[in-house]
Nanobody, 121 residues
């Protein structure tokens, strides 16, 4: 069984910074793409950033220059460094990973439980 656990959310003032972490654990054979999504109240879940196992990154336009995604493959962990936060960044942030488990030899998408980020004005 595979699970993703996020941490690092919280309340911050506009202009501040937060760092989110997400650890994948369980019966893992390999971890491919890892990424962060967010969902604000009344809105659809949207991609924030994604990183491949080789370190290539892609960002949503609304976070370019402010957020940075990175990963530690040895720890099956992905990070999201968020700077210059705005009230519009307020949302539940979800970790996503494409993982091949040891028990099922096909890759699947796994999600964390989400962590709340609130940016006050």
């Amino acid at each position: 069984q595979v699970q993703l656990v996020e941490s690092g959310g919280g309340l911050v003032q506009a202009g501040g910074s937060l760092r989110l972490s997400c650890v994948a654990s369980g019966s893992i054979f390999s971890v491919n793409n890892m990424g962060w999504y967010r969902q604000a109240p009344g809105k659809q879940r949207e991609l924030v950033a994604v990183i491949t196992s080789g370190g290539s990154t892609n960002y949503a336009d609304f976070v370019k220059g402010r957020f940075s995604i990175s990963r530690d493959n040895a720890k099956n962990t992905v990070y999201l460094q968020m700077m210059s936060l705005k009230p519009d960044d307020t949302a539940v942030y979800y970790c996503n990973a494409r993982i091949t488990s040891r028990s099922i030899p096909v890759s699947g998408d796994y999600w964390g439980q989400g962590t709340q980020v609130t940016v006050s004005s």
